[in-house]
Structure formats: C-alpha cells, structure tokens
C-alpha cells in the first residue's frame, strides 16, 4: 500500500525539453527532489526542487535541502501500489507551499515497491515577478514560441535516505499487518 502521508528526499533525473515539442530534450540534470503528499485522503502531493546533487554516488539527501520551486498536484486516481496526480496551474486558494509555486500541465505518478519512486511529465509557462519580498510565477497559457520561460520537464526520481523524512505511522502499521499475515 502507498503512504498516504509523507515527506521524503528524492534522487531525480531531469530532462528539460522544448514547450511546443516535448520530445526534443535539450537539457539534463540531476537534483534532489522533496516530495511531499497530505490531505485527510492523501490527495495532495508537492514535488520541490531542492537544490543540484553534487555527489552522483550518494545515497543520502544532504541535511539542509529546503524547496526551491514547487510543482502541486491533486489525486486522480489510486491503486494499491500507484497513485497519479495531475499537476495543476492554479493553486487552490486554501493551498500553501513551501517555496516558489511552479503552475504547469501534466501529471505525477508514485509508486512503492521497495523504496517511492516519482514519474513526472510536465510543461510549464509562467511569468515571473514579486510580491512582498517573495518570488511568485503566474502561469501564461499561450506562451509565445521558443520563450525563456517555457519548457516541458520529464522527471524521475527515487527516495533517498534523508534526516528530514517522515512517513505516516499508519503506513508501518499497515506493512506491519501485511508482514505479519504474509
């Protein structure tokens, strides 16, 4: 069963594309990720970039990572082993984040075997600006052609061990359960 509830560091490879053709990748990198999924049903999920991986070996998220910019998705539908989020454009008024908020199209599919894994596909196209000292996007739905601030995102990501992580308790009570009945 997927955990509900949780915040965890993930390993993530990035590939940036073209808006209008998201086929054509023109970038690559590798960053750590904070996924984070809530709500009374699990039905939100925020995925926030934290910062390059600058060890291509290590196994565990530095300590200090803190979210950078914030993609927000709400559950469209759930197994017991994936759960699918659409990726929205406008934050629901009620919804903060930690970080920038990012508005884009797409989705996010978790899953657990052994450890969550993250498949993301998204494209985005916002203005950027300020307000009160922080930095705030708003999405554009007709970008322009080739502009700076529209790319398409292909992402994939795996939980890596992290100081800061928590997964619901309900979640190790229910593997508990499994473990033991199994």
């Not at 390993?11 to 984070?36: F, M, N, Q, V």
């Not at 939100?44 to 070996?57: F, W």
């Amino acid at each position: 069963m997927l955990a509900r509830s949780f915040v965890v560091a993930m390993a993530a490879d990035i590939a940036r594309s073209d808006y209008a053709k998201p086929t054509l990748i023109r970038s690559h990198s590798r960053e750590w990720l904070i996924a984070c999924r809530w709500g009374p049903d699990g039905e939100y999920l925020s995925i926030a970039t934290a910062g390059a991986i600058l060890d291509p070996g290590g196994l565990m998220a530095p300590d200090a990572i803190a979210p950078i910019h914030s993609l927000f998705g709400v559950l469209v539908s759930e197994t017991d082993v994936a759960s699918t989020f659409l990726l929205v454009r406008q934050l629901p008024i009620q919804i903060e984040l930690a970080g920038t908020f990012f508005p884009a199209d797409g989705y996010a599919l978790l899953q657990q075997r052994e450890t969550i894994s993250l498949v993301a596909k998204a494209r985005y196209s916002h203005s950027r600006g300020w307000l009160d000292g922080r930095e705030i996007r708003k999405d554009v739905p007709d970008p322009a052609p080739s502009s700076t601030e529209a790319m398409a995102w292909h992402i994939e990501a795996k939980r890596c061990s992290w100081i800061g992580e928590f997964i619901s308790e309900s979640l190790l009570q229910e593997k508990h359960a499994i473990r033991a009945a199994g």
